[in-house]
């Protein structure tokens, strides 16, 4: 390899597709949505982050087996706020969405 090899700019790289992506693809808007559909309501998504939250700083501050319980609980909760969809509903056929 000669110097100047050594120090070339590397080759470019192939175009982008230019495929259009259809408008019901998109995900704009919908940063959080993916997957399941919700199936808790707007209520029940605001007590799951507060819980979720207050329970996993409990579970900080506690430290221990019992702190890491309580932090693994309080995940579960925020996790099930923040995509809005409870599993446990899901495998029961219930919805309280708005």
């Known amino acids: 390899m ?3 090899q050594a120090f070339a700019p ?3 790289p192939e175009k982008p ?3 259009k992506i259809p408008a019901a693809a998109s995900t704009a808007g919908r940063h ?3 997957g399941p559909p919700p199936n808790i309501s707007a209520r029940e998504q605001k007590l799951s982050l507060a819980a979720g939250a207050g329970l ?3 579970g ?5 087996l019992s702190g890491i319980v309580l932090l693994g609980t309080g995940a579960a909760l925020i996790y099930r706020g923040y995509k809005q969809h409870c599993h446990l509903y899901d495998a029961l056929g219930i919805s309280t969405a708005d």
């Not at 900080?60 to 221990?64: A, L, M, P, Q, T």
């Open 2 to 4: 000669t110097p100047s």
């Open 32 to 34: 959080h949505q993916q």
């Open 60 to 64: 900080i501050s506690r430290g221990k």
């Open 56 to 58: 996993a700083l409990w």
């Open 17 to 19: 597709s230019t495929q």
């Open 10 to 12: 590397p080759e470019a």
